[in-house]
């Protein structure tokens, strides 16, 4: 019971807490399209693939080729001197849309938010005016 209740304090503390990190898998997973062992599984990442991600709890948001996801934080190993697995701060936008509406865009690379897959042209610059 008590290791019931020390868990459970634990997963509370860690809601709502996010951080982009760098992870790599330590087997073969599954990128889910829901934070759920039900979620639909839009890709399957090989072992010892190298991914940036943000964690909430128990899944990690992250995308592995050109396709986003979850991914359970037990199938990945923190890369040292990369940013924790959890901690305060972290952004996703689903889309140049959502970032545009978040009053954020365009982001560089390198900040929190920033993202491959919204920058079309590769230029560092995510959801620049013209792109989607």
């Given at each position: ?97 959502a970032m545009r509406?978040?009053?954020v865009a365009p982001?560089?690379?390198?900040n929190v938010g ?19």
């Amino acid at each position: 019971m008590t290791n019931i209740l020390r868990a459970s304090a634990l997963a509370l503390a860690l809601l709502g807490a996010a951080q982009a990190a760098t992870a790599v898998t330590t087997t073969t997973a599954n990128l889910r399209r829901a934070p759920s062992m039900s979620g639909a599984v839009v890709a399957v990442v090989p072992q010892g693939r190298l991914l940036t991600v943000a964690c909430q709890g128990s899944w990690c948001r992250t995308t592995y080729q050109g396709r986003g996801g979850y991914m359970a934080r037990s199938l990945l190993r923190p890369v040292p001197r990369s940013a924790p697995l959890a901690g305060q701060g972290t952004r996703f936008f689903a889309s140049c849309q959502a970032m545009r509406r978040a009053g954020v865009a365009p982001l560089r690379i390198g900040n929190v938010g920033y993202r491959v897959g919204l920058d079309q042209n590769r230029n560092g610059w995510a959801c620049e005016l013209g792109e989607r």
